[in-house]
């Protein structure tokens, strides 16, 4: 199978992007969120780290429906068709909940030169100031915010609002001056699919190749998944 090449400029950043989720099941909508930031930064890889016990899901709604090795392998054959995707299943190998700070310390050792982005959704950041150990997780990385078109900020809480005041940036260019701090937009993308949707689709038998990778799909039935 032939990886397809997301970015081929050779002024690469050397940045590392980073990429936590439950990924249940991982769909098209990762992978062109995550390849936008990694074509826009010119990034060497995007790392696609599947969350073991993700300590902001509390409600049974929540939990993982896949098991642990099942999603790690769904996106590890997403990997394989892009030449920057890569799995990281040092979450996975915990025993205890997968917190952010925990995964950025390590990969700041692993990676000491380069500098780490870290990818969230607008969701995510709406809850980021109550995060464990917020503060210290912009002492390691960036964050890149995902957006939607409309999106709006109106919902930030006051907390919220202090950190975007305080990190903040409006460029790449004032992004890539500082190794660590800052929290930047990315330009809006639409990609209607959640894996929520996906799932109850899949339930009831509608159709989602639109939405999922063939080899998700095939990995999907031939392990009674999402039924």
Not at 8 to 25: Q, V
Not at 105 to 125: A, H, N, R, T, W
């Amino acid at each position: 199978m032939v990886k397809k090449n997301i970015n081929k400029n050779t002024a690469s950043t050397s940045g590392i992007g980073i990429f936590g989720g439950t990924f249940d099941p991982i769909h098209v909508g990762h992978s062109q969120s995550a390849g936008a930031v990694a074509q826009w930064l010119n990034l060497a890889k995007i790392l696609f780290i599947p969350a073991h016990i993700p300590p902001h899901k509390n409600c049974v709604n929540s939990v993982p429906t896949a098991s642990a090795k099942q999603r790690s392998a769904m996106v590890e054959l997403v990997c394989k068709e892009h030449n920057l995707f890569e799995c990281d299943n040092r979450e996975l190998m915990r025993q205890q909940h997968s917190y952010t700070i925990d995964t950025l310390l390590e990969l700041k050792e692993k990676y000491p030169q380069q500098s780490l982005f870290f990818i969230i959704g607008m969701d995510s950041l709406l809850t980021f100031t109550r995060w464990h150990r917020f503060q210290d997780i912009l002492k390691l990385c960036h964050l890149v915010v995902n957006t939607r078109p409309n999106y709006d900020l109106s919902q930030v809480n006051s907390e919220t609002e202090t950190l975007l005041a305080q990190h903040r940036v409006l460029s790449k260019d004032e992004l890539t001056k500082e190794s660590v701090g800052a929290i930047f937009f990315t330009k809006p993308l639409f990609i209607d699919v959640s894996s929520t949707k996906l799932r109850q689709n899949l339930k009831t038998a509608q159709c989602c190749q639109q939405y999922l990778y063939p080899s998700v799909i095939d990995f999907i039935n031939k392990n009674q998944l999402y039924r």
